[in-house]
């Protein structure tokens, strides 16, 4: 008598929470808006990264994870601090951004879906091999202007459907 072999049963797949790290400066000078914006004043392409950054998680519901090298700064104790919905981490005296992303990908991979921007080819192997998604900094921009496309598309259709526009209804209103 032959026995019929077990049936296959997948485990359900857990939804994991989601966190995205994001190399600040390898971002800001692989995006041609924000390279030409840091040769003027670098602080502003870093506080218009962290508010792209923040329109991004708003609608993603992701952790968002910023992180700027700060490694040359003698004596630096390094940062985090809250950014509206965001973290922006400044790393330590003689940590790169990459050595902090590294360790925090080494430490939340296994628990977490986790993926790093960067174009960074090292790195991204690196984070790769310890179970991390890679995103370049062009697959970045162009996954932010998606999201920025579907907000447009939903707030568009939350509009009525015309326009409110100062006086427009008195016009209308006249006998």
Excluded at 157 to 162: A, D, R, T, V, Y
Aim: aromatic share 10%; proline share 5%; net charge negative.
């Amino acid at each position: 008598r032959i026995e019929p072999s077990p049936v296959y049963k997948p485990k359900p797949k857990v939804k994991q929470e989601e966190y995205l790290l994001v190399d600040g400066y390898n971002i800001i000078f692989a995006w041609e808006d924000l390279k030409a914006l840091a040769q003027v004043n670098i602080d502003s392409a870093r506080d218009k990264l962290m508010d792209i950054l923040c329109n991004y998680q708003g609608y993603r519901q992701n952790t968002v994870i910023l992180v700027f090298d700060a490694y040359k700064v003698k004596g630096n104790p390094g940062s985090v601090i809250q950014y509206h919905n965001i973290y922006v981490v400044y790393t330590k005296e003689a940590e790169t951004a990459d050595q902090y992303i590294e360790k925090t990908v080494h430490d939340i991979a296994g628990k977490y879906q986790v993926t790093v921007a960067t174009s960074d080819a090292l790195e991204q192997m690196i984070i790769w091999g310890q179970g991390a998604t890679r995103l370049s900094a062009l697959g970045l921009k162009e996954e932010v202007e998606k999201v920025s496309r579907e907000i447009q598309e939903i707030w568009q259709e939350k509009l009525p459907g015309e326009r409110n526009r100062p006086f427009g209804t008195l016009l209308k209103e006249q006998p």
